[in-house]
C-alpha cells in the first residue's frame, strides 16, 4: 500500500527518519557529526520546535519531534535537510554532486502514553542494537547520552515527553524488546501511526479524510474561471 500524502498536525508526536542516499556513510568523524547537531540546534532555535529524542547514526538519524503548529514539520525539516546539506558539501567540497538524501524522509504519527515511551526507547537504541556500544548512554550523539551525562551543551534542548520517563529509566533504556521494536520499525517504514489498534483506525481515517477534502479543494479551485 502506497503512503499516504503527509498530513501534519501540531500538538501530536511524529517519529522523524531520514538516511543518506545510497545509504552511504555521512558521518564518518566527530566534526561530522557535531555539524549536523549544529543544524539540529540552529534549526530548533529558529522554529521553536520541541525534540523529545535523537540519535545520528553513520547514514541515518532519528528525531521525535513535538511541533507546536500545523506547518512546523515541514518548516522545520526543509531548514534542517537545507542547512547540513549544504554545509556538508562545503565542508567535503563536494558542491554540485547531487543529494545527500534520499528520497522524502519517513515519518510517524505516535499516540501519547507509553508509545511515546516505546519510542524514545527505540530511538535511543539504534547503537546498542547495531552492537556499536555496550550501553546506550556510550553512543555521544543521542538523546540518551545527553539525558544521562549532560556533557554537550551545544546538543539540541530535549523537552520532556508528554508522560514521564521511567523512574528506572537508566536500566529501562539498556533493556531490549524485540516485539516492541519491530512495531516501531514497521510503523517508521510504512507511515503508519503507531499506537492502539482503534487509535490507529482513527487516525488513518481521519488522515484519508483529510487527503480527500483536499483533493476536493483542488478540483473546486481548477472549475473556477481565472479572472485574468
Known amino acids: ?114 508509545y511515546v515511551l516505546a519510542v524514545i526507547k527505540y530511538i535511543e537504541q539504534n547503537p546498542l542494537r547495531a552492537r556499536l556500544v555496550l550501553r546506550v548512554e556510550d553512543w555521544q550523539w543521542s538523546s540518551a547520552r545527553l539525558r544521562l551525562t549532560n556533557i554537550n551543551p551545544h546538543a539540541p534542548i530535549i523537552t520532556d515527553a508528554p508522560i514521564s520517563l521511567p523512574s528506572n529509566y537508566h536500566e529501562w533504556v539498556n533493556i531490549l524488546e524485540n516485539d516492541v521494536n519491530e512495531n516501531v520499525r514497521k510503523s517508521i517504514q510504512k507511515g503508519i501511526p503507531f499506537g492502539s489498534d482503534v487509535w490507529v483506525e482513527n487516525m488513518r481515517f481521519m488522515q484519508k479524510r483529510t487527503v480527500e477534502e483536499r483533493r476536493k479543494v483542488k478540483v473546486i479551485h481548477s472549475l473556477v474561471p481565472d479572472p485574468n
Open 1 to 114: 500500500m502506497p503512503r499516504l500524502p503527509r498530513i501534519v498536525a501540531g500538538n501530536n508526536v511524529y517519529h522523524i527518519v531520514n538516511r543518506a542516499i545510497g545509504k552511504l556513510s555521512i558521518f564518518n568523524s566527530f566534526d561530522d557529526f557535531n555539524l549536523f547537531i549544529s543544524c539540529v540546534k540552529e534549526a530548533q532555535l529558529k522554529l521553536d520546535m520541541r525534540i523529545l529524542a535523537y540519535c545520528i547514526m553513520p547514514n541515518h538519524w532519528h528525531l521525535l519531534l513535538y511541533p507546536k503548529n500545523d506547518s512546523d514539520i515541514s518548516l522545520f525539516m526543509h531548514q534542517l535537510t537545507n542547512a547540513h546539506t549544504r554545509k556538508f558539501h562545503l565542508k567535503t567540497q563536494t558542491v554540485g554532486t547531487g543529494p545527500l538524501y534520499q528520497g522524502r524522509y519517513f515519518s510517524s504519527l505516535v499516540n501519547t502514553d507509553n
